[in-house]
Every structure is written in C-alpha cells, then in structure tokens.
C-alpha cells in the first residue's frame, strides 16, 4: 500500500490529491482549469513529467517523476498556488451559487490546520505510490483513464477532456505526456 510521503524523488509515482470534504469542485470549466494551467507549467518551468492524469470533480490522479528528483517540491509549490489560485477564484466568480458554502468548508478546515492562515483547500493526505513495475504503471494508468467511465461521466475514456486518455489515443490532450 502507498503512504503519504515520497522516498525515491527519482521514481516515477502515482498521486492523489483531493480537495477537502471531497468538495466538488473541478464540476466548473474555470477551476479545472486553473489545475491544467498550473500543471502546464510545472512541466514548462519545474521539469515535471507528466506520464498520466485524471481530474475529477474533487480529485486529481497523477502519474508523474521530475527531471530534477525534486519531485516533493514540485508537487508542494503546485498544490500551495492552486489552493491560493482556486480560493481567489471561488471568491471573484460573481456566478458561483455554492459560494458561500465552499469558502465556509475551506475555511473551517483552515482554522483546525495551523499551517494554514485562513483556508485550506487541499487534504493534507496524499495518496502516492512509487511504480517500480511496467505492471504497476499499466494498472495505474488504467485506473485513472478509466475513473470517468466508472463514475458514469462518459462511456469511452478518450472521450473525458481533462485526462491523459486522449493521449494515449492518438488525440489532442490539454496536456503534453510522456508516454509510457
């Protein structure tokens, strides 16, 4: 079973982050963008390789190493400025009816967290598992591809947008992978 820590910061590793409360919170265009976006650029600027991903409505699965073996750290930095990110979206975003609602369980969270100043966005538990196996990183990378059929969002995985099945499918994806 994976922990929460990550050992080998060369390896290649599956990672689940997932919001608070399980909050839904990627259900809006907006704000899972802000996630592709900050993941564009950790691979642009922080050497992170992406071999698979998948977010959900209130998590994100990834399959990733770093070029540099500072993996935690990337990972860190990302999850620091989307939180900050996704928190001043929710709070500009004039259309959002959960408002409230969100800010409140993020907040709530942040004040039982004293790392945290005012909200926590993220649950401090990553799930990671370092994939040492071409079995491993197989059954990893069907997992996630194939997290929106089992939920019931589409029938094919090439056809869920914020996923690195159309990758592996000879489509465009919103992210750059390394295939593996």
Not at 29 to 49: H, M, P, T, W
Not at 71 to 91: E, G, H, M, N, P
Not at 104 to 132: P, V
Request: proline content about 1%; aromatic content about 12%; glycine content about 4%.
């Amino acid at each position: 079973m994976g922990g929460y820590k990550i050992g080998n910061q060369s390896a290649i590793h599956f990672i689940t982050f997932a919001t608070v409360e399980w909050v839904d919170v990627f259900t809006r265009k907006q704000y899972a963008n802000i996630i592709v976006d900050s993941l564009k650029y950790c691979q642009q600027e922080k050497g992170l390789v992406i071999y698979g991903w998948c977010l959900m409505s209130n998590h994100l699965h990834l399959i990733v190493s770093a070029e540099n073996d500072n993996l935690s750290d990337i990972l860190r930095d990302f999850k620091k400025y989307t939180a900050v990110q996704l928190i001043k979206a929710i709070k500009e975003n004039t259309q959002e009816s959960r408002k409230n609602w969100m800010l409140w369980i993020f907040k709530t969270a942040g004040s039982k967290n004293s790392n945290n100043k005012n909200y926590q966005f993220w649950r401090q538990d990553n799930h990671t598992k370092e994939l040492d196996t071409s079995y491993l990183l197989k059954q990893k990378l069907d997992y996630i591809h194939n997290n929106p059929v089992e939920s019931g969002i589409v029938v094919n995985c090439f056809d869920y947008l914020y996923s690195s099945a159309r990758n592996y499918s000879e489509q465009n994806g919103l992210l750059a992978v390394t295939l593996i």
